[in-house]
């Protein structure tokens, strides 16, 4: 079943995976987190550089990766680097050979061979990140794993362009086999606009064709839904496990 845990509101959504990020860290070990984009993670990266999270974060030995990215450079306005860039990184020490950025100023599919090949350089098995933070579509995407694309199949590589018809354009984004390798994923969730959706992905049919965040099952680490009451509205009664604190 789901670890389904329902905040008040989008801080305290964004509070809850700060802390689990500060919980998660082992001292004086490299701490990979592999960041979402799109706007539900950005207030989760302004309170990461805030107390009392920024003094509990052993900064030099984090090592940011991505989940996605754009087919923009880095200084564009879609661009999910530049997003944690603004809201994250230009605030703490994290050494730049720990920023393991997509390239995607380069043609999509020369930036996920690049990105598949870097990811390989740092995982010498699986990519097994600390955590990986995932965003959801109101279509049930994650990442960049749109329904009923290719990469929804992609069972070797970890990270692949993937062509969304519905975006006309493609995108770089890891693939099951990397996402599902990670020790800790937290899926943020807020807002009214994804309550229907929510509840067709968590209490609804199987169908990852359909719904693609359904297919994200770690193999062996955790799933934590981090959701917020407007988010939730729409979820059965009595499967919600409601914290009212950020934690
Ligand atoms: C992206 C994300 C994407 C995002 C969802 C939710 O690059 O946009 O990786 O999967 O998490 O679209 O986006 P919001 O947080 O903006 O609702």
Redo the contacts with the bound molecule.
């Keep these: 079943m789901p670890s389904i845990h329902i905040y008040p509101n989008a801080r305290a959504v964004a509070c809850a995976a700060a802390h689990h990020i500060v919980e998660s860290q082992l001292p004086g070990q490299p701490f990979r987190l592999a960041l979402?984009?799109?706007?539900?993670?950005r207030l989760l990266y302004q309170l990461l550089v805030q107390p009392p999270y920024v003094n509990a974060i052993d900064w030099p030995q984090i090592e940011l990766f991505w989940?996605?990215?754009?087919p923009v450079p880095p200084e564009h306005p879609d661009s999910?680097y530049r997003m944690a860039y603004e809201a994250l990184i230009q605030h703490v020490p994290i050494p730049p050979a720990h920023i393991h950025r997509i390239q995607a100023e380069l043609p999509p599919e020369q930036a996920a061979d690049a990105y598949d090949q870097h990811l390989h350089k740092n995982f010498p098995n699986i990519p097994a990140f600390d955590v990986m933070l995932?965003?959801?579509?109101t279509d049930g995407?994650?990442?960049?794993l749109f329904p009923h694309t290719a990469a929804l199949h992609e069972n070797s590589r970890w990270c692949v362009a993937n062509h969304i018809p519905t975006l006309k354009t493609s995108?770089i984004t890891l693939t099951y086999p990397a996402i599902n390798a990670a020790k800790k994923i937290l899926v943020l969730v807020t807002?009214a606009a994804?309550a229907p959706m929510l509840s067709r992905v968590l209490y609804g049919a199987y169908s990852p064709e359909e719904l693609p965040i359904q297919a994200v099952k770690p193999n062996h680490g955790e799933l934590l839904w981090l959701i917020d009451e407007a988010a939730a509205s729409a979820l059965p009664p009595n499967k919600k496990h409601r914290h009212h604190d950020g934690v």
């Design positions: 979402s984009g799109g706007s539900t993670p989940g996605d990215e754009r999910n995932l965003g959801m579509g995407h994650t990442a960049s995108r807002g994804k």
